[in-house]
């Protein structure tokens, strides 16, 4: 019954990713930044999809790739520098600088939880301060080989205007720093905030920890 139900919200939230998706196609700021910036989520999504049947994951951690899809497909559409909401918040706020990229760093340290799911489950790791200490690790090495990929674009392209995009400084010299921090910042908090229910769901949903 419980995975019948978990299963239905499965397909509801691969029905928003696949609806965001759609939505984010269709006339983008421009189709070479989109694919920049929408390709490491399809690639993600194609595996966590192929893998369901024989790896199902809890439904936070289904939750948690599915808003960071989101993220990104939105960031791809508008551009990350250029994401309305954020540039109103730049407005009213008086920033210097739209913070979409930002917040979108902070979301990715949500993936810590599904990091965290597949040491417990494919490792004989237990809950503790090591396996807090090495999903942060990982969750880090990923953000770190992101901005590396970011950096190659941008070298290979000759930093033409999408790989500019793409990388969407907007101007500071420690955007790279500060997107590794904001990963961290979201990382620790998401362990901190949801372990606890993460560990509850893989009991209820009959998952191994």
């Known amino acids: ?3 019948g139900k978990s299963t239905t919200i499965h397909l509801y939230l691969l029905l928003v990713v696949i609806s965001v998706f759609i939505w984010s196609v269709i006339k983008p700021a421009r189709y070479s930044t989109w694919a920049l910036e929408v390709g490491p989520a399809i690639i993600g999504l194609i ?16 939750v948690i790739i599915t ?3 989101v993220s990104m497909f939105v960031g791809g559409h508008y551009i990350y520098s250029k994401v309305p909401l954020f540039d109103w918040i730049k407005d009213v706020y008086d920033l210097k600088r739209n913070h979409y990229d930002r917040f ?19 490792t004989e790791l237990t809950k503790g301060p ?7 690790s990982m969750s880090l090495a990923i953000s770190a080989l992101y901005e590396i990929i970011e950096w190659l674009v941008s ?5 033409g205007r999408a790989s500019k995009d793409f990388l969407g400084t907007q ?4 955007d790279t720093q500060w997107d590794m921090l904001w990963t961290l ?15 509850r769901l893989l009991k209820k949903e009959g998952l191994k920890e």
């Open 185 to 199: 910042i979201g990382s620790i908090v998401a362990l901190l905030l949801l372990s606890r229910l993460h560990d």
């Open 47 to 62: 595996i966590v999809i192929a893998a369901y049947n024989k790896f199902r994951l809890t439904t936070l951690s289904y």
């Open 67 to 69: 808003i960071l899809a």
């Open 155 to 159: 070298k290979i392209t000759k930093g």
């Open 171 to 174: 101007g500071d010299i420690w």
């Open 1 to 3: 019954m419980i995975k």
């Open 104 to 122: 979108g760093h902070l979301l990715k340290g949500l993936f810590a939880i599904v990091l965290r799911e597949i040491l417990l489950r494919k």
């Open 130 to 136: 090591w396996l807090f200490t090495i999903v942060i």
